[in-house]
């Protein structure tokens, strides 16, 4: 790591020991959706409170702070609100095909979950584009039941 102090530059050669932390990972979100995703459905957790729909579900609402538990389905269609060309790899080394990951916000949904969006010309792609999950044939109840998105 570097800091800029001054004029100088200082290196801290060191290690960031995270085994003194702990974690909690409440994995309720994550399964309600692999589990909806079985059926092509994705499912969410909505705030009572103030009705914000998050997908993959936390179990607390991020703006009021109080836990939740109320299953919301949202569509397999909304916007891209964020995306990236991968040209090459992380070496570096051309691809064969260009790839684009975009953050995909879902009808019904307050939050953004990733996928690659497939398209003819990459630079057809833009912030707010519409765009809907395209399924595998037999879903498996896995994250990657969702093959790609493409344009609507």
Known sequence: MAFQMG???RQVQA???VTTYNYKVDGRGIKLLADGMKDKKI?????HNCGTVY???????RKCYIPIDEIAEVKD?????????EMADVRGNPLDEVRVSGMIKLD???TFINGRIQVDDW?????????KAVWVPEPQGNLSDIDHFEPI
Request: aromatic share 8%; hydrophobic share 35%; with cysteine.
């Open 43 to 47: 499912l969410g957790i909505r705030c």
């Open 15 to 17: 290690t960031w020991d």
């Open 123 to 131: 630079h057809d792609v833009h912030i707010g584009m519409r765009v």
């Open 7 to 9: 004029e100088e530059t």
């Open 55 to 61: 997908v993959p579900g936390p179990p607390f609402c």
């Open 108 to 110: 019904g949904s307050d």
């Open 77 to 85: 269609s909304g916007e891209v609100v964020s995306f990236a060309v």
